[in-house]
Structures are given as C-alpha cells and as structure tokens.
C-alpha cells in the first residue's frame, strides 16, 4: 500500500512540475505582464512583457513592438529575462531528472540508489526553478503597486496594472515548487532491494551445483 501511495505521488509530481513548466515558458514570452488603458483613447489597451510591447485595438487588430535596447528596460525587467530563462532550463532539466527516476521507468531498475538520486536530483532541481519564478513576476508586480500608487505621479497619468502573465507566473511558480516537493520526498521510500539476478544470467558450474549434481569422481580424473 505504501509502495503504491508513494508511486502516486510521484505521478501527482510530475505532473505538477510538468504543467508549472510550461505555465513558466509560456509566461516568459506573452506580453501580458502589465496591462495599460488610456482614458484618452478607451478603445486601445497597452500589453508589456520581458520582450516586447503590443497594443490591442477594438477591431481585435494587435500591433507589437520589440524593446529598443536591453539596457534600456528597467532593472526589473532585464533580471526578469535572465531568470526566466534560467527557470527554463532548470524546469526541463527537473522534468527529465525526475522522469529517469520514477518507479514506473525501468532505467537503472537494478541501481535504486542511482533512482533515488535521480529522483531526489529533479526535485531539487524543480524547486530551484519555482523559486526563480517567483522571484522575477512577485518583483515586476511589486514595482507595479509602487508605481500606481505613488503620489508624486499626476492622476491624469495612466498607470500600468497586472496583466494575466503575472497570475500565471505565480500559479507556475507554485506548481514547479509543489512537484520538486512530492519528487524530493517520495525519493526517500523508494525501494532499496536490489534485485536478484535471473538464473539465466548464471554460469553453467553454478547453475550445475544449484541443481544438484556433481561429477563423479571417475569423470573429474579424466578431465585432469
């Protein structure tokens, strides 16, 4: 019953890892990590992301625009994109650690320490790429409070709000947490029998001795 519980979360976790990864992809390259309307012109919304800008008119024609210059964007914005893509990268890795290690898999099926290293690996791995996924969307929406709330800033000026980017970081950051959580736990009860070798694998004298017979005493002169 254990075995099967453990193997369920670790299906559970992957799972999770595998949805908070591509939740992260997808929100590191949609421009919806700030919304924008201008009371001027009511019918045109301003969509910013890590990459570009883009503006959506009523007729539902977008127009977008890449971002002139890297060191021109924020700071918040250009750490965003180097840790975006290293949550990324870190997210694959997990998923692929975490999937050599699963029980189901019949890699290193005779190595469960190799399997629980493995497993534990992804987990880890996983929880360092929800971690870079929190960080860049909780700063972005953090200077978006900052910024519409200031006072300085005249009230006829459009401030820039959340866009559905930022909800999705989050809710990908948490499910990239959530999986190298199970995958890192359930390492610890994975079975750690090593499997006993098929007959078939045995040398012939042994698999002679294991049946009980044994030369005759005439027979072995003559094979002197």
Known sequence: MAGGWWAKAQGGGMLLALLGWISSCVTTFVP????????????EVWNMGLWQVCITQEEGVVECQAHGSFLALPPELRISRLLMCLSNGLGLLGCLLGALGLEGWRTCEDKPGRKRRLLLGGGVTLGMAGITTLVPVSWVAY??????????????VPRWEFGEATFLGWFAGAFLAAGGLL??????????????????????????????????PKNADLVI
Do not use: M, Y
Not at 143 to 156: A, H
Not at 185 to 207: G, I, V, Y
């Open 183 to 216: 995958l890192a736990c359930s390492a610890r009860c994975t079975r750690t029998a090593t499997p006993l070798a098929p007959a078939c694998h045995q040398a012939p004298a042994a698999r002679g001795l294991a049946g009980g017979h044994h030369l005759h």
């Open 143 to 156: 200077n978006t409070v900052l910024d519409f709330w200031d006072e300085t800033v005249p009230d006829i």
């Open 32 to 43: 919806l990590w700030k919304n924008l309307n201008l009371d001027l012109n009511e019918l």
